[in-house]
Nanobody, 118 residues
Framework: QVQLQESGPGLVKPSQTLSLTCTVS??????????WSWIRQPPGKGLEWIGY???????YYRAALKSRTSISRDTSKNAVFLQLSSVTPEDTAVYYC??????????WGQGTQVTVSS
């Protein structure tokens, strides 16, 4: 069964870039018709989809975050990356990576807490 593991700094200073890694095991990020998303949940709020990278390598982002977001991948490491620039305390959240399969079933990582604070 595929497993996803998020990793990265738990604390980021305002105006800096948040960088997270999603390492995938027991499944290839290049398998046809799978999408790899980043989602976050701010404290006390609901889930917010950030964007995805498809099996083709094409990325698509939430409109409100598009100017600050980059999702990329390293196929040799079977990993997906999130970069969110110019962060503010409003970007504080638990960040998740998730896979969507051709049947629209989502598989989630356990999530990682990121706090934006000076």
């Amino acid at each position: 069964q595929v497993q996803l593991q998020e990793s990265g700094p738990g604390l980021v200073k305002p105006s800096q870039t948040l960088s997270l890694t999603c390492t995938v095991s027991n499944g290839s990020i290049t398998t046809d018709y799978y999408w790899w998303s980043w989602i976050r949940q701010p404290p006390g709020k609901g889930l917010e989809w950030i964007g995805y990278i498809a099996w083709t390598g094409t990325s698509y982002y939430r409109a409100a975050l598009k100017s600050r977001t980059s999702i990329s991948r390293d196929t040799s490491k079977n990993a997906v990356f999130l970069q969110l620039s110019s962060v503010t305390p409003e970007d504080t959240a638990v960040y998740y990576c998730a896979r969507t399969d051709p049947g629209s079933i989502w598989t989630w990582g356990q999530g990682t807490q990121v706090t934006v604070s000076s």
